[in-house]
């Protein structure tokens, strides 16, 4: 019999937590279905000449079964993500797992299969972003005004960060890769790994510990592919996602700390704020959290803030 094939798809580098977490699903599927899955891990899309940003339609069409994708990407079909582009909403990522593992996931999984032919199999960590930029160390929110900034595709993203002075330009991680070295993008916002992993450190000097914005990922998979699975497989698929999940966002969690001290002091500054710098652009961010508090379901934020 013909092996089933399931393609994942990615794009970043095989050492990444992402691709990493994506690995140990194959080896699960592996370890459990041997032979009768082919699994294949596209791991780095861009390397392909592809933007990130194409993954979802890749599964949406079939071309893929799964990839891994931030959920700024899926506002709307499901406008309740979007309470993961509020700054500085999310303290704890234990609050946002707890929240994302619940009542609240479970809505969001339902949402897209209602909205979309995905089905969520999973929510990773995609970190809390942190500021960096070519021109001058960052303690202020002054320090950010006129700075060109590569964003998310995100508008609300935009918004925040246009709050703080800077000139928010959102294109796909690709475009921003190819032209780091150039002036085009002065600043850019990344957590800690994809700051070292996407070599933004060789050009951007200074380094920020704002943590402005913490994201999720989506682990999706194909509906139709899903379905036409035995449900054997559907089951193995699922532990594999619920275990790649675990291994992932315990990678998330401890690359905070690891990925600080891969930066050679020689060519990065680490700007770490006071509690009072840090309230600066909380503060200058504040009505756009107003704005979204009176547009967004109240109990959105029930679930994200501290109890």
Known sequence: MKPISIRFGGYQKPSSIHNRAASRFGEILGQKLGGRIAFE?????????????????????????????????????????????????????????????????????????????????????????????????????????????????????????????????????????????????????????????????????????TGHFFGASALICNEAHYRSWPQDVQLTVEEAALEATALQRKLAAAEDTEALGRFDPRENEIVRLTDAERAAFVNAVEPVLAKYRKELDPQLFAYLEKA
């Open 41 to 209: 891990l596209v791991g780095d899309v861009l390397a392909l000449g592809r933007n990130s940003g194409e993954l979802p339609e890749m599964v949406k069409r079939g071309e893929l079964s799964l990839c891994y994708m931030s959920t700024v990407r899926f506002t709307k079909a499901v406008p309740e993500f979007r309470i993961f582009e509020l700054p500085f909403l999310v303290e704890d990522r234990r609050i946002a797992y707890r929240a994302l593992d619940g009542e609240f996931g479970r809505s969001l999984e339902r949402r897209m299969r209602e909205a979309t032919p995905l089905r969520v199999l999973g929510f990773w960590d995609n970190g809390f972003r942190q500021l960096t930029n070519s021109v001058r160390p960052i303690r202020a929110p002054s320090d950010c005004r006129g700075l060109r900034i590569r964003t998310q595709m995100s508008a609300l993203h935009g918004e925040a960060l246009r709050a703080l002075g800077f000139e928010p330009i959102a294109v796909d991680i690709k475009e921003f890769t190819e032209k780091i070295a150039t002036d085009r993008f002065q600043a850019q916002d990344n957590p800690l790994t994809n700051i070292y992993s996407f070599g933004v450190h060789k050009y951007h000097r200074h380094i920020t510990l």
